[in-house]
């Protein structure tokens, strides 16, 4: 699976952006897709996760109630809304695919993951 995401850019706190990554090269719907993200001088952190329908969704604390995770399979793509963004949400963020697991549900370490976009920066002005 190919994974390009875009959407980044600078925002001031407060604002809004929405994020993309686009897969190509496999079945989609086959797989549970995730967003993370990793700032300057820190590991890479789990941001949001979703199993292959869209049914289920799943976010880091950090993020929860400002974020949304969505996938639209005829489009093979998955949307990382995030709103009410704050200085400390500036990072790379990076979309990943993983191979659906049993039942249906996502992952949300980073080794779960077997294909990786190349990140998009996310800038959020004080």
């Known amino acids: 699976v190919q994974l390009q995401a875009s959407g980044g850019g600078l925002v001031q706190a407060g604002g809004s952006l929405r994020l993309s990554c686009a897969a190509s090269?496999?079945?989609?719907?086959?797989?549970?897709m995730g967003w993370f993200r990793q700032a300057p001088g820190k590991e890479r952190e789990f941001v949001a996760a979703i199993n292959w329908s869209g049914g289920s969704t799943y976010y880091a604390d950090s993020v929860k109630g400002r974020f949304t995770i969505s996938r639209d399979n005829a489009k093979n793509t998955v949307y990382l809304q995030m709103n009410s963004l704050k200085p400390e949400d500036t990072a790379v963020y990076y979309c990943?695919?993983?191979?659906?697991?049993?039942?249906?549900?996502?992952?949300?370490?980073?080794?779960?993951?077997?294909?990786w976009g190349q990140g998009t920066l996310v800038t959020v002005s004080s």
């Open positions: 090269g496999r079945t989609f719907s086959n797989y549970a």
């Open positions: 990943a695919a993983g191979a659906s697991p049993p039942g249906g549900s996502y992952y949300v370490r980073p080794r779960e993951y077997d294909y």
